[in-house]
Nanobody, 127 residues
Framework: QVQLVESGGGLVQAGGSLRLSCGAS????????MGWFRQAPGKGRDFVAALIWSGGSTYYADSVKGRFTISSDNAKNTVYLQMNSLNPEDTAVYYC????????????????????WGQGTQVTVSS
């Protein structure tokens, strides 16, 4: 049974940075990709970034391009989300998720296509 545990959230001022971590335990070797999503109060769970294990291709939501970076440490089974130039609109609960199926790249953008989820970590950006 795979488990994902996020950490690194917190309160930061606008313009600041945070780095989120997502540690994976269990049988992750057959997975295809890892993704980060976020959910603000009263809103749906939105795609933020994704990384394909094989080859390391990355994808980002337009709202975070140039500010956020997804990366991985395969030896540690950990995925990171470096978030720079944060603004209040980035305030949300951030979730990491694991996707098993190898399918078209656009399937990375929907939370419905992910199989395992972490518990989430709160990020609050003050103005």
């Amino acid at each position: 049974q795979v488990q994902l545990v996020e950490s690194g959230g917190g309160l930061v001022q606008a313009g600041g940075s945070l780095r989120l971590s997502c540690g994976a335990s269990g049988r992750t070797f057959s997975s295809y990709a890892m993704g980060w999503f976020r959910q603000a109060p009263g809103k749906g769970r939105d795609f933020v970034a994704a990384l394909i294990w094989s080859g390391g291709s990355t994808y980002y939501a337009d709202s975070v391009k140039g500010r956020f970076t997804i990366s991985s440490d395969n030896a540690k089974n950990t995925v990171y989300l470096q978030m720079n130039s944060l603004n209040p609109e980035d305030t949300a609960v951030y979730y990491c998720a694991l996707k098993y199926s190898n399918s078209a790249y656009y399937t990375l953008f929907s939370s419905r296509n992910y199989d395992i989820w972490g518990q989430g970590t709160q990020v609050t950006v003050s103005s």
